[in-house]
């Protein structure tokens, strides 16, 4: 801000104010707003319904966003406030039941999102939503008790276009009928459920679904049969599905996917093996090469943890298109990497926990639209560091396990556009310090595990006024450094575990000069 102008920002969905520091007043509505917040709690007001909507909302959000005051009782106040936005998610006051859902349903036809993620509502309080015709999207991520019966209620809701049912665990196959009418979903996630692939078959007619969400759920290749009816489908997880090789051609009727994740499945290139009559193929993995066929509008492919070697990735270079590429705790090495040199418009590339080396890493240089480069892993060093310096567009780089030294830290410098960097290998001192305290751009910064750094890192590092968040655990910091952090005012996040510091004293640093700091270890 102009003339060093502190201030502090609050945010909710469809809710952003600014707060300005103590010596300034505060807009006048927003002053109101708090002070009715305050009397909600001793029931001073019985009803909001005679004020515009939009003063209702904010007050709503205002009650949430403090996690104090709203109850079943003060929430009486806005019956029929024809609110748009109901955030309950997570909501950390009183808890979030059935009692909550006849002021809720008043909201009626203004009623657009509502979030009741990790509540106690059940399929009765659903009952509710009959007349909330409107409704756009739904989350009842981790809403242990709700099932068919809830779901058919909101099967009416058919202009609703998102509907989250994440780790709701009585969802199991038949619950999926109802959502057959629901022909406007363009989002649903229905990860960690019981739905099997016949539950799948009832989605044959959600025309517009673009995003899809299956993770962890007990479906296998054979849904794809399903899913292959689905025009607009662009965004797919089918991660920890445990999918095997049978019916795995079917990945290619869907040509308009986008964005794929197979992390954590038995995603494999052995099957390629037969082709070249060499080995047997793996019965019960999915050939890379059956995957990615006809697949031409893939932008994102997530292969984390699958059994992919180096040669698995030659499937990847005509894919010109990728953007994000997940390859972490794969078995691939450093050969590989030259299939991977073509990708023009790769953006971002996640290598950790793999066997790829230093004398790998100069195969990606040429990759000029990258973005974010993820290098954790303990045969990183100085060297592999060197080989990257022609990726000046970096704005994230993960080199956590690397063997990163001082010297190797000049290298550095030709990241100017850093944003987040992590260098946690334990070989850097205050001397490596003084080349990163020049990446002026950097909002997250963690060097944890490296004990050799001083109160001296925290001196070198006060000018990087635009940290968000900083990780300086089990190093040599102690209480008397401290005093070097005052300058960092946007810091919302601070972890010194394993430091000469306690919670206290981060608390008074907190209440005197980082007014913004939100999470801090130790606690």
Known sequence: ????????????????????????????????????????????????????????????????????????????????????????????????????????????????????????????????????????????????????????????LTRLESLNIKWCNCIVDVDMKPLSELTNLKILEISFSKVTDFG??????????????????????????????????????????????????????????????????????????????????????????????????????????????????????????????ELSDTGIGSDGLHYLSGLSSLEKLNLSFTMVNDSGLSKLCGLSSLKSLNLDARQVTDTGLASLTSLTGLTELDLFGARITDFGTNYLKCFKNLRLLEICGGELTDDGVKNIKELSSLTCLNLSQNCNLSDTTLELISGLTGLISLNISNSGITNAGLKHLKTLKNLRSLSLESCKVTANDIRKLQSTDLPNLVIFRPQ
């Open 1 to 156: 801000m102009a003339g060093g102008t502190c201030c502090r920002w609050f945010k909710h969905p469809r809710m952003r104010f600014l707060l300005p520091k103590e010596q300034q007043c505060p807009p006048l509505l927003d002053l109101c707003i708090r002070k009715i917040t305050q009397e909600i709690e001793i029931h001073k007001h019985h009803t909001f319904s005679a004020l515009p909507p939009d003063l209702c909302q904010r007050i709503f959000n205002e009650l949430v966003f403090s996690s104090c005051f709203l109850t079943p009782a003060s929430l009486q106040a806005f019956l029929d406030c024809a609110l748009q936005d109901i955030y309950l998610g997570e909501y950390d006051g009183a808890a979030v039941d059935d009692a909550w859902m006849e002021v809720i349903s008043s909201q009626g036809s203004s009623l657009l999102h509502l979030d009741l993620s990790g509540s106690d509502v059940t399929d009765h309080g659903l009952t509710y939503l009959k007349d909330c015709k409107n409704i756009i999207s739904l989350n009842f991520n981790h809403c242990h008790q709700i099932s068919d019966r809830g779901l058919e209620c909101i099967s009416g």
């Open 200 to 325: 799948i078959s009832f989605l044959k007619g959600l025309r517009k679904l673009a995003l899809l969400n299956l993770e962890g759920c007990h479906v296998t290749a054979a849904c794809l049969d399903s899913l292959a009816e689905l025009p607009s489908l662009s965004n797919l997880n089918l991660s920890r599905c445990n999918l095997s090789n049978d019916g795995c051609e079917q990945f290619s009727r869907l040509e308009n996917l986008e964005v794929l994740n197979l992390g954590f499945n038995n995603v494999t290139d052995a099957c390629l093996a037969p082709l070249k009559g060499d080995l047997k193929c793996e019965p019960h993995s999915l050939s890379l090469s059956t995957i990615l066929k006809r697949l031409t509008k893939l932008k994102s492919l997530n292969l984390d943890s699958c059994w992919i070697e180096d040669e698995g990735l030659v499937h990847l270079a005509g894919h010109q298109q990728l953007n994000c590429l």
